[in-house]
C-alpha cells in the first residue's frame, strides 16, 4: 500500500528481480544473431537478443559474456556498453545492455530451460526492422537492437 501527499492509499506491486544483461552481438559482416525461445507468461515463442539475469553480486559484463556463450556459442573479443534501463515501473532490477564485436564461434551451452531455444544468425538491419516493426516484442530486445543501431552510426 502507498500513500499519495493528499492521504489517499492505493495498492501498488513492486517486484524484485535480479539484474540483468542483453547483448547485441554483431559481426563483421553487418549480420547479429538472435535467440527465440517459449515464453510461458506470453505464451508466445519470442524473438530476443541473447539475454540473462546476473547472479548474485555478478558484474553486468561477466554475466553478457556468460549469456552471450550459453545462448549462441559467441565469444566477443569487444564489448562497449549502451546503457541501463528499467524493464517496467514495478521491476527493481537494471537491464545492461552491450554491443559485442569481434566475434569467434564456440560450443554452445544454454541451460536446462534453453534447451528449445533456436539460434537465428541474419543482418542487423533485418533485426532492427523487426524490433521497429514490431516482429520483436521483447522491451529490452527492441532498446538494445535500437541503441546498437545508434553505436553503429546505422541510424
Known sequence: MIRFPDGSEALYTVIT?????????YFDDGDTMLVRQWRHAWKVSSWEVPAGTSDHGEDPLECARRELAEETGLVAARYTSLGVVHGAAILTG????FLAEQLTESARAPET??????????????????????????????????RAARALKLV
Open 17 to 25: 528481480n535480479p539484474d540483468s544483461a542483453f547483448v547485441v552481438p
Open 113 to 146: 530451460y534453453e534447451q528449445d531455444m533456436e539460434v537465428l544468425r541474419l543482418p542487423f538491419t533485418e533485426a532492427l526492422n523487426a524490433a521497429l516493426e514490431g516482429q520483436i516484442v521483447h522491451s529490452g530486445s527492441v532498446t538494445a537492437l535500437c
Open 94 to 97: 537494471l537491464a545492461h545492455l
